[in-house]
């Protein structure tokens, strides 16, 4: 969050409850807390009085360019400690404030994120392994020796599929078809006595024909 402008704070907020409405994964971050002007301090915003947050705020001193250039970062972190340990508004929080303390408290809330989507995530991986694992049984044995044999592997496949379309007449359920829909034999029988049925039915064999076509025909 931008410390500059109240308005960008609220409108942050906004933003954040609209992805994370019971604020669970949202981290107040008040940067540049070190150019505020002369006698202002937002300690009441890093103690959480403001506008609360579950997991509350973390200010941080965001070094410029030139300084970026001029000070390495184990020293700019170095400059960010002292300064929180030695300002009256924030030393009795300094040890909740500063990038140091901003990357542990993420990385828990990472790791803690990781251990409870694991068994979920473990458990998904598990089940599309065993249906993939089905659907490649379907497939029938590697074919190592199809160069060797193609006469033989071209009698297997020839084989196999009717022992498959035998199957679905018969009305055996395949592994990789849909309880939900009626397959083989039973689509047959469906397809018979609806479908083939009532288009029968509905069927003219003398339409578009006149009655002159009609004994010229039979003559």
């Not at 940067?31 to 705020?57: F, Q, W």
């Not at 829909?181 to 288009?199: E, T």
């Amino acid at each position: 969050m931008f410390r500059e402008n109240g308005e960008r704070l609220f409108f942050s907020l906004k933003i954040a409850r609209e992805v994370d409405p019971e604020g669970l994964r949202t981290v107040g971050v008040v940067t540049k807390v070190d150019t505020l002007e002369e006698g202002a301090d937002c300690s009441e915003v890093l103690r959480n009085r403001v506008i609360p947050l579950k997991r509350g705020y973390v200010g941080v001193v965001c070094r410029g360019q030139r300084q970026a250039a001029e000070m390495s970062i184990r020293d700019g972190l170095k400059e960010e400690e002292s300064f929180f340990r030695s300002h009256p508004a924030y030393r009795a929080i300094a040890s909740k404030q500063g990038i140091p303390f901003l990357a542990k408290m993420l990385n828990q809330i990472l790791m803690k994120h990781i251990r409870e989507a694991l068994p979920e995530l473990r458990s998904r991986i598990s089940r599309l392994l065993q249906k993939t694992e089905a659907e490649l049984a379907t497939y029938g044995d590697p074919l190592l020796e199809a160069k060797a044999n193609p006469g033989a592997l071209l009698l297997h496949f020839f084989s196999r599929f009717a022992r498959n379309f035998q199957d679905a007449i018969e009305g055996k359920l395949q592994a990789h078809h849909s309880s939900e829909q009626l397959m083989g034999g039973a689509r047959i029988n469906f397809i018979f006595h609806d479908w083939y049925s009532r288009a029968l039915a509905e069927f003219d064999p003398l339409e578009g024909l006149s009655d002159h076509e009609i004994r010229t025909a039979i003559r």
